[in-house]
C-alpha cells in the first residue's frame, strides 16, 4: 500500500520531530532582581535535576518568587552549549550579550555563563 505524500511526510515529521522540554515553576523564596535569580535559580532547578531556562518572577512581592525549570527535551544535558563570548565581566554583562549569542546559534540561554581566560574569553551556556 503507498501513502499519500502528505500523509507520509506527517509521519515522517512524527518520527524526527525533538522532544520538547517540559517547563514548570518552582518556589525560590524571595527574589530580588536579575542578579539574585542568577544566583538562586539554577541551585533550585539544579536541585531538582533540571535546568534554569533563564526566567523567573514574583508570585506574593517581598516573599515569594518562582523559578521557571526545565527537564526534558532531546539532547538536553545539565551542562548544555558552551558558546564563546568574548569577555563577559559580570553578570550583568552576561544579561545583556549572552541571550543574544544562544539566539544567533539557534539556541536559548541557559543563565549561566563562566569566564574561561581572564579579561579575554568567556562563555555562555546554551541549550
Partial sequence: MR????????????????????SYNVEA????????????????CGGLGANWNGQWHTTRQGEMSVCSCEKG???S?????AIEAGPIWN???????????CFGNGLSWSGQWKTTIQGQMSVC???
Fill in 125 to 127: 551556556e546554551c541549550r
Fill in 29 to 44: 523564596g524571595p527574589i530580588w532582581n536579575n542578579a539574585d535569580a542568577q544566583s538562586k535559580c539554577p541551585r533550585v
Fill in 3 to 22: 501513502l499519500p505524500f502528505s500523509l507520509a511526510l506527517i509521519l515522517s515529521l512524527a518520527v524526527t520531530a525533538p522532544v520538547q522540554a517540559a
Fill in 77 to 81: 544535558t545539565s551542562s548544555g552549549k
Fill in 91 to 101: 553578570n550583568a554583562d552576561a544579561q545583556n550579550k549572552c541571550p543574544g549569542i
Fill in 73 to 75: 527535551g532531546s539532547g
